[in-house]
């Protein structure tokens, strides 16, 4: 499985923007998806997951009630909504593929797509 993110950009505090991950694969629709992102000088934080079938989803305490994950096993795709930006949302976004789980600290990812800059200004 290989992926792509993209949808990154600049955005002002309060916007929204939605990053979109497209993966290649026949498998993909098997696979539970999720997102993390890094700030600069910063560990990875896992954002949140979704299930191989998108009927269920959990987050970072940080993102939820903004975030929504969404899952097209027909298009291959995975994307992230992110509403109600804040500055500290400002980070490089990776979506990631685990055959059987993501987990918040990564250990189930088994394909890391290229990551997409988020920059969320004042």
């Known amino acids: 499985v290989q992926l792509q993110a993209s949808g990154g950009g600049l955005v002002q505090a309060g916007g929204s923007l939605r990053l979109s991950c497209a993966a290649s694969g026949r498998t993909f629709s098997t696979y539970v998806m999720g997102w993390f992102r890094q700030a600069p000088g910063k560990a990875r934080e896992f954002v949140g997951e979704i299930s191989w079938t998108g009927s269920s989803t959990s987050y970072a305490d940080s993102v939820n009630g903004r975030f929504m994950i969404s899952k097209d096993n027909a298009k291959n795709t995975v994307d992230l909504q992110m509403n109600s930006l804040k500055p500290e949302d400002t980070a490089v976004y990776y979506c990631?593929?685990?055959?059987?789980?993501?987990?918040?600290?990564?250990?189930?990812?088994?394909?890391w797509g290229k990551g997409t800059l988020v920059t969320v200004s004042s």
């Open positions: 990631a593929a685990g055959r059987s789980y993501i987990g918040a600290g990564g250990n189930g990812v088994d394909y």
